[in-house]
């Protein structure tokens, strides 16, 4: 659902008329981002670029069994869109992580938090387990949340057979940790997904870690589809600012 939603979103809100959507499916599975992601990542960004968005999650849909519901309203700009400058976090207002789970024992996610709270060393009231009642089938997601005040990022890992629960929770742990330790305002998830929103609008910059093969794909494809640019500046080992349209 969250990939199709992307795959429409700027579409619709550059048509200059209000769309409303319902997605159903799987809304939380390794392929895609799942729905914390856009809520608290991804389209607040877009908002302050001047995309008019909402989105609300009506239920969880894990992988396989999916059964999930996203429900988005999307608006024209009210104004002129504007550049995205994300070059530092800012100071840190808040963090949370949350370990959910639909039709499996809740102790596999308490499991999870007590690795969490570990590795991440944050306090029990940073920290929350949750069970989806009558979920069409079984999942299980971690949600690691980091907001600093000029961005948030989201970290998650999905539980699946044969892979412990602590695994699944040390793995986020350290993705967040490695994202803190960088330096860099956004992560890698979050630098390929910004290219677009920014092409499409009135461009902008951003400091990010190591570049991903999906982010340089999509800086070669915005360059051969809207004919646009992209400068480097040099920054310190490990962070790259990309890009400058």
Avoid: C
Wanted: aromatic share 6%.
């Amino acid at each position: 659902t969250t990939l199709v939603l992307q795959t429409v979103l700027l579409p619709l809100a550059l048509a200059g008329t209000v769309s409303r959507l319902v997605l159903g499916g799987g809304t939380h599975n390794e392929s895609a981002p799942p729905f914390e992601f856009l809520q608290h990542a991804f389209l607040p960004l877009l908002r302050r670029i001047g995309f008019s968005v909402s989105a609300k999650l009506v239920r969880h849909g894990f992988f396989p069994a999916g059964g999930g519901e996203i429900e988005v309203s999307v608006f024209p700009p009210g104004q002129p869109l504007r550049p995205l400058a994300v070059e530092a976090r800012g100071v840190r207002i808040g963090r949370n992580a949350e370990a959910i789970v639909s039709a499996l024992p809740e102790d596999i996610a308490a499991r999870e938090l007590a690795v969490l709270g570990r590795r991440l060393d944050w306090p029990p009231d940073a920290l929350a387990t949750r069970s989806i009642p009558r979920g069409r089938g079984p999942g299980n997601v971690v949600v690691v949340t980091v907001a600093p005040a000029n961005v948030t990022e989201v970290f998650t890992g999905f539980g699946r057979i044969g892979l412990p629960a602590e695994q699944v929770a040390g793995d986020v742990a350290a993705e967040a940790l490695a994202y803190l330790a960088s330096g860099a305002a956004v992560g890698p998830h979050l630098a390929d997904q910004l290219l677009l929103p920014m092409a499409l609008g009135a461009g902008g910059s951003f400091v990010t870690t190591a570049l991903t093969a999906h982010t340089t794909t999509n800086i070669d494809t915005l360059r051969r589809v809207l004919d646009v640019a992209t400068a480097g500046t040099p920054l310190p080992a490990g962070l790259r600012r990309n890009p400058v349209w």
